[in-house]
């Protein structure tokens, strides 16, 4: 990798409008005062980052859970999966990966399966690191059906500044592990509901690479991770 490309990344096409309305404002404040240019360069900048869509290298192995979203683990804990997704009302573990402003908001699956459910409902959108964004924010979930017939549930939940969750799938499809799949616009989290006795393989506050982190293996079971350590 060049030391341009460790900077300049892909850019996801849901991004385009976005910083060339930003690039717009930016050339119209100059006309009115430089200094206010730049804030708009800066801001243009920031809109073409927040968009960026870089390759990602997804680990080998079918039993591994790996993280759908950039950011860092928020919650940990038992929860019963979102009842529009049909995985029943017996509490999962649900690892919750919160995404700031500055994240990469490209979702990414985090097992290879067929999507059984795609399900959006409306609501609010307090702070998404808030464990009540998950009952009351605005959301999008699938659930996903592995080959041995368990299912993990993943769901977009808007936050405090997301205003539209969009979602590439539809039920039916098979899609690998590490395929895009969504993103949130500005802000938001991800919440992944994995198979009942599977061990979580993150802690609270570890940083997360959707696509490469691995959050779980199906094949280990015992309680959840919560707590870790800075070294």
């Known amino acids: 990798m060049t030391m341009l490309g460790t900077f300049l990344k892909p850019m996801h096409r849901e991004g385009y409008r976005f910083v060339a309305a930003f690039a717009l404002i930016a050339a119209i404040l100059f006309l009115i005062w430089e200094p206010l240019g730049w ?4 801001l243009t900048v920031w809109c073409y980052y927040f968009f960026r869509d870089p390759k990602r290298v997804v680990p080998i192995g079918d039993n591994l859970v790996i993280s759908p979203a950039d950011g860092v683990v928020s919650l940990i804990q038992p929860a019963v999966p979102p009842a529009e997704l049909g995985m029943g009302d017996r509490p999962l573990t649900r690892v919750s990966v919160f995404m700031n402003v500055f994240n990469c ?4 699956m985090p097992v290879g399966g067929r999507i059984t459910a795609v399900a959006y409902r409306p ?9 009540k964004a998950s009952s009351d924010n605005e959301r999008n979930g699938l659930a996903i059906a592995l080959p041995d017939g368990r299912q993990i549930g993943v769901v977009q939940i808007a936050g405090l500044v997301a205003r539209r ?12 592990k590490g395929e895009r ?16 006795g599977v061990l979580p393989l ?3 506050g570890q940083a997360m690479v ?3 982190t691995v959050l ?10 919560r707590l870790g350590r800075e070294v």
Not at 39 to 42: A, L, R, S
Not at 123 to 131: E, Q
Request: aromatic share 10%; charged share 15%.
């Open 39 to 42: 804030i708009g360069v800066g």
């Open 105 to 108: 908001h490209v979702n990414r």
């Open 123 to 131: 609501g609010k959108f307090f702070n998404a690191s808030l464990d």
């Open 165 to 176: 969750i969009v979602c590439f799938v539809q039920p039916g499809v098979h899609l690998d």
């Open 181 to 196: 799949f969504g993103l949130i616009r500005f802000g938001s989290r991800v919440d992944v509901y994995l198979p009942d």
């Open 202 to 204: 993150v802690a609270l």
């Open 210 to 212: 959707a696509g490469e």
């Open 216 to 225: 779980a293996d199906l094949s280990l079971s015992g309680q959840p991770a």
